[in-house]
Nanobody, 127 residues
């Protein structure tokens, strides 16, 4: 069964850090680009960060550059999003998604173009 399962969300004070995990089962992430998205209450879903299948290409939204880091562990078939210096306005449900790509630097910014999606994990930034 093909599945993406996020974990690592929770409650963190402003300025704190969290590492989100996105574990894949039923397929290998080696041939897939990964995207992290988030959706805050009353707002549209937005792309946060992406990484290509080769890991050579990455993208970060301007709002998270320098604070978030996307990565993937081949052996664990898991992608990660390290989030530092979190802000209250970043409270949202965070989702990972995977899409089969062919180019070493291909990243995908549109939710609907992905092949698989996780169920989301809640991140709350509050004191």
């Amino acid at each position: 069964q093909v599945q993406l399962v996020e974990s690592g969300g929770g409650l963190v004070p402003p300025g704190g850090s969290l590492r989100l995990s996105c574990a894949a089962s039923g397929f290998t992430l080696d041939y897939y680009a990964i995207g992290w998205f988030r959706q805050a209450p009353g707002k549209e879903r937005e792309v946060v960060s992406c990484i290509s299948s080769s890991l050579r290409g990455t993208y970060y939204a301007n709002s998270v550059k320098g604070r978030f880091t996307i990565s993937r562990d081949k052996a664990k078939n898991t992608a990660y999003l390290q989030m530092n210096s979190l802000k209250p306005e970043e409270t949202a449900v965070y989702y990972c998604a995977a899409v089969r790509t062919s180019g070493d630097y291909d990243v995908v910014f549109t939710w609907g173009e992905y092949d698989y999606w996780g169920q989301g994990t809640q991140v709350t930034v509050s004191s």
